[in-house]
């Protein structure tokens, strides 16, 4: 999968790498960093939330089956668990890394002894045919704004596959961060003491370790630009310098001259108005929103449409 992607990001310009290959232990650590500093808000304002809709969904949903898409350490998961008091149901984590995901739900499972815990090691965008029947009301989570690292076809398109997840009466809890100033946007994904700019270079360190190559991370340098037009930030690498990188498990050359630039993530940002539309466009129905006092982050209910 990671020798198709490298194949296929160099074949044309703009260059271009996807941002799940920042998640090996590395870049998990780094992310983990990100989410407690300053200038990053979205963690801390999406936490903040969870706890009042939890409560709000013990009383409506009381969901018995918990399905999470990138749950990373499985720590906002525990909070939904402590405010649904659904620490006897099933939880089904799917995500990328093997090791991290196993760690993840080793510590799940010993400090929620009753949850039924069921591991999916795959890619979410394909392996969503994994997750196994419901065992009872479903709530399926996909929080941090993970969706708006997906441009518009693809974002509809995976949330039409978590419908297929779904029954009459299940529900899908979305995270979104929303249109705000570009200060307060750019300054997110380009810190001051430049955790994201190592987490932004730790995909070209995956490379190497996976597929031999010899990319020299710091010759690049970490841009974070918002794009008002798009509603989204893009996070690229420049090269700072010309360096001649070979792939060999890929029997494969890059020629990067000084400026050459890889896009490395986009993370797209939402109002309620451009949920509401995605998540009709993939079948679902919003039924509740919620945001924090400064409009930064939006959670969405929604279930499937009639």
Known sequence: MLADDVRRGFARRPWSLPP???????????FDRITELPEY??????HALLPIVGKELARDLAP?????????????????????????????????????????????????????????????????G??????????????????GN???????????????LLGAGDRLLLGVDLVKERAVLEAAYDDAAGV????????LRVINQALGADFRPEAFRHVARYDDA???????????SAQRVRVPALDMTIDVESGDDIWTESSYKFTQASTDAM????????????????????????GPAS
């Open 20 to 30: 799940k290959y920042f998640y090996d232990d590395a870049g998990a650590a780094l």
């Open 41 to 46: 808000y979205l963690t801390r304002v999406e």
């Open 64 to 128: 018995a089956d918990l399905v999470e898409l990138g749950p990373g350490s499985c720590g906002k998961v525990r909070t939904l668990i402590d405010a649904l008091g659904a620490g006897d149901a099933r939880y089904v984590a799917v995500d990328f890394g093997r090791d991290g995901l196993a760690r993840a739900v080793t510590s799940l499972s010993r400090d929620y002894p009753r949850l039924r815990v069921h591991a999916v090691v795959g890619d979410f965008e394909r392996d969503l």
């Open 130 to 147: 994994r997750v196994p029947p419901p065992a009872g009301r479903r709530l399926a989570l996909f929080l941090g704004s993970t969706i």
């Open 150 to 164: 997906f441009d518009p076809d693809a974002s509809r398109g995976l949330l039409a596959h978590i419908r297929t």
């Open 196 to 203: 994201t700019r190592e987490f932004n270079r730790n995909v």
């Open 230 to 240: 798009a509603s989204r930030i893009e996070m690229h690498l420049v090269a700072e």
């Open 279 to 302: 998540l009709r466009d993939a079948g679902l129905a919003l039924e509740r929103w919620y945001t924090d006092d400064g409009r930064r982050f939006g959670l969405a209910l929604a």
